[in-house]
Nanobody, 124 residues
């Protein structure tokens, strides 16, 4: 069992930055790909970014490319999402998730563990 806890959300003005963290505890998340998802009110949960376990390869959806950066510190069992140049349309609850495969999937049904989510609100 892996427990995931997100932190770092908050209220920020458009153009600002936030850094989300996701700390894993319990069973090590060694070997797990990690993903960040978000869900805005009335919308489905969508993949935002993912990072492979072994290669560290990263994946992003087009709307966040060049603005968001996903990274992981395996020694600390922590994954991060640096979000810059935030826009009001980035407003959502952000979730981290662990996928026991090596490469992160872009659909939530493939993930095995989820955090509780952290709210990100970007004001215009």
């Amino acid at each position: 069992q892996v427990q995931l806890v997100e932190s770092g959300g908050g209220l920020v003005q458009a153009g600002g930055s936030l850094r989300l963290s996701c700390a894993a505890s319990g069973r090590t998340f060694s070997g797990y790909a990690m993903g960040w998802f978000r869900q805005a009110p009335g919308k489905e949960r969508e993949f935002v970014a993912g990072i492979s376990w072994s290669s560290g390869a990263t994946y992003y959806i087009d709307p966040v490319k060049g603005r968001f950066t996903i990274s992981r510190d395996n020694a600390k069992n922590t994954v991060y999402l640096q979000m810059n140049s935030l826009k009001p349309e980035d407003t959502a609850v952000y979730y981290c998730a662990a996928d026991r495969r090596l490469r992160p999937a872009n659909k939530p049904e493939f993930y095995d563990y989820w955090g509780q989510g952290t709210q990100v609100t970007v004001s215009s």
